[in-house]
C-alpha cells in the first residue's frame, strides 16, 4: 500500500541549514515533491524529484532521493524565519491517476 | 490573476444543511482535483477529473458529489452535513500527462460544521 512518513516537528536557528526527512513505501513511486503550506494558507509547490535522479538543486533547496532506501530529504540552506511554515512530501505514480499521497508534514519553526 | 481559486473561503454551516464549494482554474490544465485535510493536518484525495471525466474516487461518503461543468471548474456538493465533515478542502490541478504533473493548489476553503 501507499504510506508516506515524516517527522513532525524540526526547530532550527536562522541562518542553519534544515534537514527535512521522509520515508516512503511504495516502490514504484515515480514523483516526489516537497510542498509548502503557511499557516490559513494553501499549499505552494516548491520542488519535485523524479525517481530516476538522485539529487536536484534549485537555489536555497537541495532534494536528495535514496530510492533504495525510499528516502526523500529536503534541505534549506541558510534558513530563514519567513522559512516557519509545515513542510509536506508526496509521491504520485506515473499511471494516469496522479493523486499524491502526502506524508503527515513537518512543522519546520525557525528561531531568531 | 489567481491560478486556482476557490469559493467561498470559509463557510460555516449547521449539521443537516446541503452546500457547495465552488473552484476554478485559469491554468489551462486538464485534470482537477478534491483534497481534505483535516484537523491534524493530514491531505487525503477526494475525486479527480479528467477532462471532465471523474477518474478517481476515493471512499468518500455519497454526500460528496464532485461536477465538472467543463475542464476549468470542479465544484464540490456535500448533502446532509455532519460534524466530521469540518475540515479545510483544497482544489488543485494539474496537466496530467506533461512531464511531472506538478499540482497547483487553490487556498483552500475551511468548513466547520455546528
Known amino acids: 500500500g501507499e504510506d508516506v512518513e515524516q517527522s513532525l516537528f524540526l526547530s532550527v536557528r536562522e541562518g542553519d541549514s534544515s534537514v527535512i526527512n521522509c520515508t516512503y513505501t511504495?516502490?514504484?513511486?515515480?514523483?516526489l515533491y516537497w510542498y509548502k503550506q503557511e499557516p490559513g494558507a494553501g499549499l505552494q509547490l516548491l520542488t519535485y524529484?523524479?525517481?530516476?535522479?538522485d539529487m536536484k538543486q534549485d537555489q536555497r533547496l537541495t532534494v536528495l532521493l535514496n530510492k533504495k532506501d525510499k528516502h526523500l530529504s529536503l534541505r534549506i540552506a541558510d534558513t530563514q524565519t519567513g522559512d516557519s511554515a509545515i513542510y509536506f512530501c508526496?509521491?504520485?505514480?506515473?499511471?494516469?491517476?496522479?493523486?499524491?499521497?502526502f506524508g503527515s508534514g513537518t512543522r519546520l519553526q525557525v528561531q531568531p | 490573476d489567481t491560478a486556482v481559486s476557490q469559493t467561498p473561503k470559509y463557510l460555516v454551516t449547521q449539521m443537516g444543511n446541503d452546500k457547495s464549494i465552488k473552484c476554478e482554474q485559469n491554468?489551462?490544465?486538464?485534470?482537477m482535483y478534491w483534497y481534505k485535510q483535516d484537523s491534524k493536518k493530514f491531505l487525503k484525495i477526494m475525486f479527480s477529473?479528467?477532462?471532465?471525466?471523474?477518474?478517481i474516487n476515493e471512499t468518500v461518503p455519497n454526500r460528496f458529489s464532485p461536477k465538472s461543468p467543463d475542464k476549468a471548474h470542479l465544484n464540490l456538493h456535500i448533502n446532509s452535513l455532519e460534524l466530521g465533515d469540518s475540515a479545510v478542502y483544497f482544489c488543485?490541478?494539474?496537466?496530467?500527462?506533461?512531464?511531472?504533473?506538478?499540482?497547483?493548489f487553490g487556498p483552500g476553503t475551511r468548513l466547520t460544521v455546528t
Open positions: 488543485a490541478s494539474s496537466q496530467a500527462q506533461a512531464g511531472a504533473g506538478e499540482q497547483y
Open positions: 511504495d516502490s514504484s513511486s515515480t514523483y
Open positions: 524529484i523524479f525517481s530516476n535522479m
Open positions: 508526496a509521491e504520485s505514480r506515473d499511471t494516469g491517476r496522479r493523486a499524491l499521497t
Open positions: 491554468l489551462g490544465h486538464d485534470t
Open positions: 477529473y479528467n477532462n471532465k471525466e471523474l477518474i
